[in-house]
């Protein structure tokens, strides 16, 4: 009896999985007949592509149920897989759609010129950079998730729900890197031709399936995806780690950092900005007459970049060697030996010492800099072209023939509602009514989000304020549903903001 209540708890969530899935498709294909340019239609291709895949496999355990003995009345999960059936069929006429458009002349002579082979292996790399960048995506939510849920825990402790929910989510945290290292290894494999094409595909169905439903209760994850690719078997330079204990700022660094000394016999020169001294480290077979050392020490100094007379370097024997005297007469036995010459950097840069500008120069400078902060651009001096209709329709002459006076202006666009101004911005994309919608906007205190492509703006003061971000309620316009929406406890960091003067 038990085990029947549980049977029937499975087809339950299936089933409703199931009326989720086919309201979702339906939406996904209004908006795909909707659809006003070409890069929103392949979106909502590639999103109802997605969405066909889960109701496939819903409908692969229908089957196994319908051809069960366990369940007597299958009339409810035949119709649920006759209505996944059906939008398969409407997938399969997008489908063509699609391959009709593929296969005009424009497509027909780009394929002459695309190797298949290759075509291939491009479509499985962009799947590979879009599916690192969704998993990307969703652990910045959950990291996000995890500040907001660990600041209301400070505030009220003991709170076992929130603990769990914190737990589950750095479990997920680590299980996407774990699929973002083994995807960004595959697609270095697939650069340098180590992994074929097939053997990817073999783990493409798996790999959208953890993406899809990894957060379901009652997801089983294959911990096997990869096995059959052998990536340990591969060398390391093709293995993608992330360096630890470093942030951006010291790798940076180390990388520009100028090394004080060297084992090689070339000469550095000394560095005049920062003042320190440079360390030459110089071979020695045997001690040398002062004057191989003078000459090097000069070589040294005209590696600086100074152009004139080299000043005199009252260099000593006790200035070279720790002890030792340098007498003319037949050399000694070769001794392999290295020492160090300190050059002051006065002595070869900076003889005199720095030089204070005047105000003049201090003026002319700062013009300079400020000259350099607002250079013209090429097209600056082109003339403004009169604005084109890309789909020119006639239209009753009782309505405007041509746009209203003023209409490219910021006061003409601050009158319009900030829907009509969310429409422009995101329908005319490079005009200059684009750019005006955007100002105006930004005049509203809206701010664009760069990672999610998104207007938002503050609904309150920020709970939280740092140098890198920001933290409490936002209200933000979602251009696929049109509409605002609300989000709490939303991390808005500042490098994802576009915060360029609109002049």
Avoid at 251 to 265: A, D, N, R, W
Avoid at 298 to 312: C, F, K, N, Q, V
Avoid at 397 to 414: A, L, N, R, V
């Amino acid at each position: 009896m038990a085990d029947k209540r549980k049977l029937q708890g499975e087809i339950d969530r299936c089933l409703k999985k199931v009326a989720e899935g086919v309201e979702q498709f339906e939406d996904i294909w209004q908006k795909l007949h909707n659809a006003a340019n070409a890069n929103q239609k392949e979106k909502y291709e590639a999103d109802l592509k997605k969405e066909i895949k889960k109701l496939q496999r819903l409908r692969d355990q229908i089957k196994t149920w319908v051809a069960s003995n366990e369940i007597k009345d299958k009339r409810q999960l035949v119709e649920n897989r006759k209505l996944i059936e059906t939008q398969m069929e409407r997938f399969k006429v997008v489908e063509r759609e699609t391959k009709t458009k593929a296969y005009s002349k424009e497509g027909l002579g780009l394929a002459q010129k695309v190797d298949p082979a290759q075509k291939e292996k491009e479509e499985t790399e962009q799947w590979l950079t879009n599916t690192i960048d969704t998993l990307n995506m969703q652990v910045d939510q959950f990291e996000s998730e995890v500040e907001s849920l660990s600041v209301q825990t400070r505030k009220k402790k003991g709170d076992k729900e929130k603990q769990d929910r914190i737990e589950e989510l750095k479990r997920l945290i680590e299980r996407h890197r774990y699929h973002i290292r083994m995807l960004e290894t595959i697609l270095r494999m697939l650069d340098n031709d180590s992994v074929q094409v097939e053997a990817i595909h073999k783990i493409k169905d798996d790999v959208e399936y953890y993406i899809d439903s990894s957060q379901d209760p009652d997801f089983e994850e294959n911990e096997f995806i990869y096995d059959d690719l052998d990536l340990e078997d591969i060398p390391p330079s093709l293995m993608a780690t992330s360096p630890q204990g470093h942030n951006d700022e010291e790798m940076f660094l180390q990388s520009s950092s100028t090394p004080t000394s060297t084992t090689s016999s070339s000469p550095i020169p000394p560095s005049p900005a920062t003042g320190t001294t440079v360390s030459l480290m110089l071979p020695l077979q045997a001690p040398e007459p002062l004057s191989s050392l003078k000459a090097m020490a000069e070589r040294a100094a005209l590696g600086s970049g100074l152009d004139g007379e080299i000043p005199s370097l009252h260099l000593t024997d006790r200035d070279l060697f720790s002890g030792t005297s340098a007498t003319p007469g037949p050399p000694a036995a070769p001794q392999p030996a290295v020492t160090e010459v300190n050059l002051p950097p006065s002595l070869g840069a900076c003889p005199l010492g720095p030089t204070p500008l005047s105000k003049d120069q201090l003026y002319q400078q700062a013009m300079q800099e400020a000259a350099w902060t607002h250079m013209p651009h090429p097209s600056d001096s082109e003339r403004i072209r009169q604005y084109l209709m890309r789909n020119p329709c006639p239209t009753p002459p009782f309505h405007h023939q041509m746009p209203p006076h003023h209409s490219d202006s910021i006061e003409f666009y601050q009158r319009l509602s900030t829907e009509t101004l969310f429409f422009i911005f995101y329908y005319l994309e490079g005009t200059k009514a684009q750019y005006l919608s955007a100002k105006a906007l930004k005049k509203q205190s809206w701010r664009f989000h760069t990672k999610y492509m998104m207007w938002f703006q503050r609904h309150e003061e920020p709970k939280t304020i740092t140098d890198e971000f920001e933290q409490g309620t936002y209200i933000y316009f979602d251009y696929e549903k049109w509409g605002q929406r609300k989000k709490e406890g939303f991390t808005f960091e500042y490098r994802y903001l576009e915060d360029r003067d609109l002049q």
